[in-house]
Nanobody, 120 residues
């Protein structure tokens, strides 16, 4: 059974930090590019960050560049999102996504999300 389980969300004050984790199981994690996507209350999904299969390349949305860092540990089948200098506008449910694109098949998996609230 494929599972992506996010954790690490919570309530934090503006300027604070959180580290999100997404633990994967049921598929070959190292073959999948990983992303974080968030959805704020009343808004559509917003892509946040992505990392390639080996972790050698990362990309970020302009809204989080310089504040968030994505990383992965293929030995632990886990992807992380270190979030620093958090702002109220970072409040959202954060989802991790696993994506495989091959010549003959493709897969997309999603976690259930973890809530992040940035408030004084």
């Amino acid at each position: 059974e494929v599972q992506l389980v996010e954790s690490g969300g919570g309530l934090v004050q503006p300027g604070g930090s959180l580290r999100l984790s997404c633990a994967a199981s049921g598929f070959t994690f190292s073959n999948y590019a990983m992303s974080w996507v968030r959805q704020a209350p009343g808004k559509g999904p917003e892509w946040v960050s992505a990392i390639t299969t080996g972790g050698g390349s990362t990309t970020y949305a302009d809204s989080v560049k310089g504040r968030f860092t994505i990383s992965r540990d293929n030995a632990k089948n886990t992807v992380y999102l270190q979030m620093n200098s958090l702002k109220p506008e970072d409040t959202a449910i954060y989802y991790c996504n696993a994506k495989f694109r091959g010549p003959f098949s493709s897969n997309d998996y999603w976690g259930q999300g973890t809530q992040v609230i940035v408030s004084a």
